[in-house]
C-alpha cells in the first residue's frame, strides 16, 4: 500500500471530516454502536505529552523474552503494568524532511507521518519554514482509523490551550485541491463543554449500561439550548412595540441570556458503572500560568471515559499542549518557570548536576504525565463491558510525545506506552526495542490491529520511511 | 355621550388638563405639578411618595360626536392565573400547573401593572422552571409519530398548531425556526416525544406567550392602530377569563364582528355570565379593596379563614345582586359561619365553620365592605387603628384623589407635636391643628374619624368606658360627597350614591384591565364608561361589560416612554 493507493487518501478523509458527520457526532455514534452490539467495540486511545521524556530514566531495561521492568519514569503505571506494552526505538523521520524551529515539524507530523504544507499552497517544500499554522498534506490516525471503521469523526482534546500554536501538533490536516473545505479538526479544551456535547441527558437503552438519568435531568439538560432560543426570539419582536415596552422586552431577554449563561447543571453520565459528573464553576486555566491544569487533565479523563463507556466515540485523543509553559503548580517542584527552558538545558553540566536527567523539576514533570496517563488507564479499566473484559482491555491506548530527548530536540526513539491490548490483538506486560522503527510503522502496526489491512501510513516514497507493522507488535 | 355624569363637569380633570388643582390646598410636601411622576405606585394607600391631586374630577369637555381618543396600554405579561390556564386549555387539561412566576411586586396600585410584574432574572428563571415541568408531562401526551424519516414534519405540524393557539395569533416562519430549532438540539439525545415537548417547554417561554402582543404605533404621536379580531378577543378573553377565547369568540374575531362596539358588548356581556369570569371580578374587587391575600396577623388562622370566607361571599352577594355600589360598600348583611357569630357576637345559629348564614347586622357596624374586618385592620398599625390609613384609602381608592405621600419627616414632626402616650384621636387632632400637617391630613383624618367605632383588629367597639365612641367626620372636597357626616353608615350611603365615586370605579377598573393608570388623553374614555355605568343604573355587570364597548377598546396608541 502506498500514498498514491489506499493509504490516508484525501477522499477518505474528507468524507470522516465532513460536516455531517462533525455536526451528528452522538447520533451517528449511536448507531455505530448498535450494529457491533453483538461484540463489544474496540477504542483507540491517544495521550499526547510534549518534550520527549528523560531518556535515561525512562527506557526500560531490557529483559528475556520481552519481558517488562518499568523504568523509573514509568513507575507511576505500576498498578497496570500487565495492560502496557513500552516500545522504544520508534523514528519521526518525516519531520527531518522539513524546515522547522524544531518544534512545529516534530508537533505537527506527529499523529499524521505526514509531509507538511509549509507553502500554503497545498504542496511541500523542504525550504520553506514550517510556521505555527501549517497544516499536513495527510491525515492524522485517529481521523483515518475512524474514516476507516466507518464511525464518527474522532473527539479531540487538550489541556491548556486548544487556540493553534507553535506545535499545535496533528490536528491540521489540509487535503489538496479541496477548495473550501475546513481540514482542521475541532480541538476544545472545555472538558463540561465536551460533556455537555456527548453525554449530558444522554437517554436510556442506547448505552452498554443505561445511564439513570430522569426525564427531569434529561430536560433540565436542555436547558441552555431552550434559553438560547427563547433569547433570540425576542429579536424579532422589538420593532413591534414602543420604546417603553421595547425596554421590558429587553430587560427580560437579558435576564434570559444570564441565566443561558449560569446554567450550569450538567445531568451526571452513568456508563458501565462509572458515573461520570463534571463540576458546575469549573474555570478555564489561562495563560499565563494556566493554574488548574491538572484539574482540567483529570475532568478531562473523566470526560473521554464517559464518552468511550457510553458509546458516544470511540477514538479520542488528548493532548497536553503545555510544552512551553507548563507550571506545575500543583507539584512539590512548582510553580515551575521556564518548563521548556530546563528541559533544553537538562545536559548535567549546564545545571550542575552530576549526570544527565538529574533534575528534579524535570523528572517531577514527566512523572507527573504518567500519573495522567495512569489516571486514563484506570478509569478505563473500572468499566466491565459486557464481553467480561474492561474497557482498557477492549481499547488500544497509545501515549507519545513528538521528542525522544526534548534537550536536542531528538525525533529518534519517541517515547512510546500501549496500553489496554485491544481484545488481545497486542500482547501486553511487554518490552520492545525497535531501533529501526518509524512514525509510520506505528500507524501501521495500530491499522493493522484495528482489522485494517495497512502496509504503510503517511508519507512514503520508499527511502525508508515505512517498513510496515512493527515486528512482533501485533497478534 | 349624550348623558354625563353630574357633577362637576366644567371644573373637571385637572390632571387632564394638566392643571395642578391642588395648589390651594397648599400640602405639605407636596412635590411636582401635572401629571403624577411616581408611575404605578400612585394612590397606594400607606404608600409614600406620589404628589398629588386631591381634587380629581372624571370628567372634561368630551363632546359626544368627537372620536374618544384609543387608549396607551403597556404590554402586559400574563398572570398566574392566565398562564395556568391557558396551559390547561393548550393541553386539554392533562398536565398540572406550578406557580409559573413570583408574586407581582407590591407597592403598585393593581396587580396588573406592568411594572408589578417585571422579567428580572427571578421570574425568567421561575418561568424556565414552569415551563419545563409543564414539557415533561407533555411529553407523556405527544401523538406519536408514524415514520421516523417524518419526524422533523410530525414535530412542525405539532408545534406549529400549538404555538398558533398557545400565541393567539398565527405562528410565524421566525417562530417555527426558534422552536424547531430546540426540538432538533433535543433530538439526538431525547426521545422523539420529549424532544417535541421541549419544543413546548420553548413556546412556553417566548415573549408571544407571555406577552399580549398588539399591533401598536411605536413612538408616541404616531396614528393609533386599529386592533384585529384576534387582538380583540384575545384581550376580551384574557380580561374576563383570564384564558385564550372559546371559539364563540374567535368566530366572532374571524367574521370582523368584534370590530362593532354592540357586537363586542354582547360578547362582554355572555362572557360574563360564564362561571371563568367570576375569578377576574373578584380579584379586581379585592384589590380595589385593597385585601387581596391581606392577612391580619392579629386574627386566628380559624377566624382569618371565616373572614377571607365571608369578603368572597360579600363580593358574590353584591354581584348578584348587581344593585351598584349599595350592596358592595353600604349593605348591611353579611355571610357568617360559627365562627363569625362568635366573633361579631351575634346569637349562635351556624351549625359549625361550613354552615353559612346571612345576618342582618346593626347598620353602623356592617357598612358593606367598608367596615368588613378585614379592612378595617388592613389600615391600622397592629392593633392601633389608623385614621389617615383609613381615610386615605377612602380618598384615593374610592374618590380617586391623589394625596402626596408624607413629606421627609413626618413621624418626627408627629413625635414634637404630642406627648407620649397620647391617644390616637390626640395626635390626629394635633396634625389638623398644625399648619404645616394640616394642609394634607385635612384630607384624610377626618374621613377616618368615622370609623372609630372600629378597633385596630376590626371589632366593633361603639362606647368607650360608658361613652359613645365619638364618630363625627369630614369630608373635605368640593364634589358631591364634601361635608359633615357621622360614622361609617352615613359616610357609606353617600359614598355609594356618589357620582365621583361610580365614576372613580369606573377608572379603577379601566386601570385594573390596562394595568396602567390612565393618561391625561383617556379622561374622556374613562368618563364615557362613568356614563354607560351610569345609564345602566350603576349596574356593576355593566361598568365591567362596557368597557369592551368603548370605541377607544378597539384601537391603541403607543405607550409613552417611561410608562409603567
Given at each position: 500500500m502506498?500514498?498514491?493507493s489506499?493509504?490516508a ?39 499526547q505529552t ?37 516500545l522504544s ?12 524551529n ?14 507538511i ?10 525550504k ?18 475512524a ?5 464518527p ?6 489541556v491548556g ?69 427563547v ?27 444570564a441565566i ?17 459528573a ?65 528541559v ?7 545545571l ?10 524535570l ?29 482498557l482491555?477492549?481499547?488500544?491506548v ?5 521528542f ?47 482489522g485494517?489491512?495497512?502496509t ?9 520511511f ?10 | ?12 380633570f ?9 395648589a ?24 409614600p411618595?406620589?404628589p398629588?391631586?386631591?381634587?380629581t ?5 368630551c ?52 411594572g408589578?410584574?417585571?422579567?428580572g432574572?427571578?421570574?425568567?428563571q421561575?418561568a ?12 407523556d ?59 413546548v417547554?420553548?413556546?412556553?417561554q417566548?415573549p ?20 384585529t ?8 378573553a384574557?380580561?374576563y377569563?383570564?384564558a ?7 368566530d ?28 377576574a ?7 380595589w379593596?385593597?385585601?387581596k391575600?391581606?392577612?391580619a396577623?392579629?386574627h ?25 355600589l349599595d ?45 368588613h374586618?378585614?379592612?378595617?385592620a388592613k ?7 389608623s ?23 413626618a ?46 383588629v ?6 368607650a ?10 369630608i ?15 359616610l ?33 374614555s ?39
Amino acid at each position: 500500500m502506498s500514498v498514491s493507493s489506499k493509504v490516508a487518501t484525501r477522499r477518505n478523509f474528507l468524507r470522516a471530516a465532513s460536516g455531517a458527520a462533525l455536526a451528528l457526532p452522538l447520533l451517528e455514534g449511536r448507531r455505530g454502536f448498535a450494529q457491533s452490539a453483538a461484540s463489544v467495540p474496540t477504542r483507540l486511545v491517544i495521550y499526547q505529552t510534549g518534550e520527549g521524556n528523560l531518556q535515561k530514566r525512562w527506557t526500560p531495561t531490557a529483559m528475556p523474552g520481552d519481558a517488562l521492568q518499568l523504568s523509573e519514569m514509568l513507575q507511576p503505571l505500576l498498578a497496570h503494568q500487565k495492560k502496557l506494552l513500552v516500545l522504544s526505538g520508534v523514528s519521526n523521520k518525516v519531520a527531518r524532511l522539513h524546515s522547522s524551529n524544531c518544534h512545529n515539524a516534530a508537533g505537527h507530523t506527529l499523529m499524521t507521518s505526514s509531509l507538511i504544507d509549509s507553502t500554503g499552497t497545498g504542496r511541500f517544500d523542504a525550504k520553506v519554514m514550517v510556521d505555527s499554522g501549517s497544516l499536513c498534506l495527510g491525515p492524522s490516525i485517529d481521523a483515518y482509523l475512524a474514516d476507516q471503521l466507518k464511525i464518527p469523526a474522532p473527539i479531540n482534546l487538550a489541556v491548556g490551550n486548544s487556540s493553534p500554536a507553535e506545535n499545535q501538533m496533528f490536528y491540521k490536516m489540509k487535503p489538496s485541491g479541496s477548495a473550501g473545505a475546513n481540514p482542521v479538526a475541532p480541538l476544545s479544551n472545555d472538558p463540561i463543554k465536551t460533556f455537555k456535547t456527548y453525554l449530558a441527558g444522554l437517554p436510556a437503552g442506547t448505552t452498554p449500561t443505561p445511564p439513570p438519568a430522569t426525564r427531569a435531568d434529561r430536560f433540565q439538560a436542555q436547558r441552555t439550548s431552550v434559553l438560547d432560543q427563547v433569547w433570540t426570539s425576542f429579536k424579532s419582536l422589538n420593532a413591534n412595540v414602543g420604546k417603553a415596552d421595547s425596554l421590558r422586552l429587553q430587560a427580560h431577554a437579558d435576564a434570559t441570556r444570564a441565566i443561558e449563561q449560569k446554567s450550569s447543571y450538567v445531568v451526571p453520565a452513568t456508563c458501565g458503572g462509572q458515573t461520570q459528573a463534571v463540576p458546575a464553576n469549573w474555570t478555564q486555566p489561562r495563560s499565563p500560568g494556566f493554574v488548574g491544569a491538572d484539574v482540567q487533565a483529570n475532568l478531562m479523563i473523566d470526560v473521554m471515559a464517559g464518552i468511550l463507556a457510553c458509546g458516544a466515540n470511540r477514538v479520542i485523543t488528548l493532548q497536553d499542549t503545555l510544552y512551553d509553559e507548563a507550571r506545575f503548580e500543583f507539584l512539590p517542584v512548582g510553580p515551575v518557570s521556564g518548563w521548556h527552558a530546563q528541559v533544553h538545558n537538562d545536559p548535567a553540566l549546564k545545571l550542575g548536576y552530576a549526570s544527565n536527567n538529574d533534575n528534579p523539576t524535570l523528572k517531577a514533570g514527566f512523572l507527573y504525565y504518567a500519573g495522567v496517563f495512569n489516571r486514563l488507564l484506570s478509569k478505563m479499566d473500572a468499566v466491565v463491558e459486557p464481553n467480561g473484559m474492561t474497557m482498557l482491555d477492549n481499547s488500544l491506548v497509545l501515549w507519545i510525545s513528538e521528542f525522544g530527548t526534548g534537550q536536542n530536540h531528538s525525533m529518534t526513539n519517541l517515547p512510546v506506552v500501549l496500553a489496554g491490548g485491544l481484545q488481545g490483538k497486542v500482547k501486553m506486560n511487554r518490552y520492545l526495542d525497535r531501533p529501526s522503527a518509524t512514525l509510520g510503522d506505528l500507524y501501521t502496526s495500530i491499522l493493522n490491529a484495528f482489522g485494517i489491512p495497512a502496509t504503510s501510513f503517511g508519507h512514503n516514497d520508499g527511502a525508508g520511511f515505512n517498513n510496515g507493522v512493527i515486528s512482533g507488535l501485533v497478534s | 355621550m349624550e348623558r354625563r355624569i353630574t357633577v362637576n363637569l366644567r371644573r373637571h380633570f385637572a390632571i387632564a388638563a394638566g392643571i395642578f388643582a391642588s395648589a390651594a390646598v397648599g400640602c405639605v410636601g407636596v412635590v411636582s405639578p401635572g401629571e403624577d411622576t411616581n408611575p404605578g405606585r400612585t394612590g397606594d394607600p400607606g404608600d409614600p411618595g406620589d404628589p398629588g391631586n386631591p381634587n380629581t374630577q372624571f370628567a372634561v369637555n368630551c363632546p359626544s360626536n368627537t372620536p374618544v381618543p384609543p387608549l396607551a396600554v403597556p404590554l402586559q405579561r400574563l398572570n398566574d392565573l392566565q398562564y395556568s390556564n391557558i396551559v390547561g386549555q393548550l393541553f386539554g387539561g392533562q398536565v398540572t400547573v406550578k406557580a409559573a412566576f413570583p408574586p407581582p411586586l407590591t407597592g403598585y396600585l393593581y396587580s396588573t401593572y406592568s411594572g408589578a410584574n417585571p422579567m428580572g432574572e427571578a421570574q425568567t428563571q421561575a418561568a424556565l422552571e414552569a415551563a419545563e415541568a409543564v414539557a415533561i408531562q407533555v411529553a407523556d401526551i405527544v401523538p406519536a409519530c408514524s415514520m421516523v424519516s417524518a419526524e422533523t414534519s410530525c414535530a412542525s405540524t405539532y408545534l406549529k398548531d400549538l404555538a398558533t393557539r398557545a400565541f393567539r395569533s398565527p405562528a410565524t416562519a421566525a417562530d417555527m425556526t426558534t422552536i424547531l430549532a430546540a426540538y432538533s438540539a433535543a433530538r439526538p439525545k431525547l426521545s422523539y416525544a420529549e424532544s417535541v415537548a421541549v419544543g413546548v417547554e420553548t413556546i412556553l417561554q417566548m415573549p408571544r406567550f407571555l406577552y399580549v402582543m398588539e399591533n401598536q404605533p411605536t413612538a408616541p404621536g404616531e396614528a393609533a392602530t386599529t386592533l384585529t379580531g384576534l387582538e380583540l378577543a384575545q384581550r376580551m378573553a384574557l380580561l374576563y377569563w383570564n384564558a385564550l377565547p372559546d371559539q364563540a369568540l374567535l368566530d366572532a374575531a374571524q367574521s370582523g364582528g368584534l370590530a362593532n362596539a354592540s357586537d363586542r358588548l354582547s360578547q362582554a356581556q355572555r362572557m360574563l355570565q360564564d362561571p371563568r369570569a367570576h375569578a377576574a371580578i373578584s380579584d379586581f374587587l379585592l384589590q380595589w379593596m385593597k385585601v387581596k391575600d391581606f392577612h391580619a396577623d392579629t386574627h386566628s388562622a380559624e377566624i382569618q379563614a371565616a373572614l377571607d370566607e365571608e369578603m368572597r361571599r360579600d363580593i358574590d352577594h353584591a354581584l348578584a345582586a348587581d344593585n351598584g355600589l349599595d350592596d358592595l360598600i353600604a349593605s348591611r348583611q353579611t355571610s357568617v359561619n360559627s365562627v363569625l357569630e362568635k366573633f361579631y357576637g351575634l346569637p349562635s345559629q351556624s351549625a359549625g365553620p361550613t354552615d353559612w348564614r346571612v345576618a342582618d347586622m346593626d347598620a353602623e357596624q356592617r357598612v358593606g365592605i367598608l367596615t368588613h374586618p378585614l379592612l378595617m385592620a388592613k389600615f391600622a398599625h397592629g392593633k392601633t387603628p389608623s385614621p389617615i390609613l383609613r381615610g386615605k384609602f377612602v380618598r384615593v381608592m374610592l374618590m380617586c384623589d391623589d394625596l402626596s405621600g408624607p413629606p421627609p419627616g413626618a413621624q418626627a414632626m408627629q413625635d414634637d407635636l404630642t406627648p407620649a402616650g397620647a391617644t390616637v384621636q390626640e395626635q390626629s387632632q394635633a396634625r389638623l391643628d398644625s399648619a404645616s400637617c394640616g394642609a394634607c391630613h385635612k384630607m384624610m383624618d377626618p374621613i377616618g374619624f368615622g370609623f372609630s367605632a372600629f378597633d385596630g383588629v376590626g371589632k366593633y367597639l361603639p362606647t368607650a368606658g360608658g361613652q359613645a365612641v365619638d364618630v363625627s367626620g369630614h369630608i373635605e372636597s368640593t364634589s358631591d360627597l364634601g361635608g359633615d357626616f357621622s360614622g361609617a353608615r352615613e359616610l357609606g350611603d353617600r359614598l355609594a350614591k356618589s357620582a365621583k365615586v361610580q365614576a372613580c370605579l369606573s377608572a379603577q377598573w379601566m386601570r385594573y384591565a390596562f394595568g396602567a393608570k390612565e393618561a391625561p388623553a383617556d379622561a374622556c374614555s374613562v368618563q364615557a364608561l362613568a356614563t354607560r355605568f351610569g345609564q345602566e343604573n350603576h349596574s356593576l355587570n355593566a361598568l365591567f361589560a362596557g368597557l369592551s364597548a368603548l370605541d377607544s377598546f378597539a384601537q391603541r396608541r403607543a405607550v409613552a416612554e417611561g410608562s409603567p
